[in-house]
């Protein structure tokens, strides 16, 4: 079994633009965005944030930022209860692993895989293998729109991801501004308001 699998396990537990309005050095931008795809490296334990770290630091020194366009380290909020309060504790959402959208060459591949930290690739081999779309999706990698979401106050929805990951609920307010979500859920024997990012749910009516 290839560590893509592995990830796999652990992810269980714009304004639109006319063409003829774009200028050429956004559509070349544009173009670099469409270009480039996400991938996964794994790391050593609790090495994420330096491997970040290292990996900025490389992209600022040799001005790579139109190859490397993104680092995240996902992360997850866990709502735990002590002494009768309850206390939001954010972790890794996949420990061990660093996610990179970057457009795949010979360089990129030899700075990414030479930084400390790094142990390799996630794919089969440990070859470089891009995220699918439905991967991208599901890890939380792309911000969604709300014209994407679809959603309005009244919906009913489902958590898909979170503390509440399968809580259902129902809309109380849409900030498209702040691109976040508040669903009333039934929680502790009462209703609780949550605000979540638009991709932590979907629309079940």
Do not use: C
Not at 38 to 58: D, I, P, R
Not at 72 to 82: A, L
Not at 164 to 176: A, C, P, Q, R, T
Request: no cysteine; proline share 3%; charged share 30%.
């Amino acid at each position: 079994m290839d560590n893509r699998e592995d990830l796999n396990e652990v992810n269980q537990n714009e304004e639109e633009v006319k063409v003829e309005e774009v200028k050429p050095v956004e559509k070349a931008d544009q173009n670099k965005e469409n270009s480039a795809q996400w991938y996964v490296v794994h790391t050593y334990s609790t090495h994420e944030k330096a491997v970040k770290q290292s990996l900025e630091s490389m992209i600022d020194n040799n001005n790579l930022h139109d190859e490397i366009l993104e680092i995240s380290i996902p992360t997850i909020e866990d709502i735990v209860e002590k002494d009768g309060k309850r206390k939001v504790v954010e972790r890794k959402k996949f420990p061990g692993y660093v996610f990179i959208k970057m457009i795949l060459s010979d360089k990129i591949l030899y700075i990414v895989k030479s930084t400390k930290g790094i142990t390799g690739f996630v794919g089969p081999q440990g070859k470089a293998l891009p995220l699918t779309n439905e991967e991208v999706k599901r890890m939380g990698l792309e911000k969604v729109t709300i014209e994407e979401l679809n959603v309005k106050v009244g919906d009913n929805v489902r958590i898909v991801s979170g503390p509440l990951e399968s809580f259902l609920g129902v809309v109380d307010n849409v900030s498209s501004e702040k691109e976040k979500i508040r669903v009333i859920v039934q929680m502790f024997g009462r209703e609780t308001p949550v605000d979540l990012e638009f991709n932590q749910v979907e629309v079940i009516n």
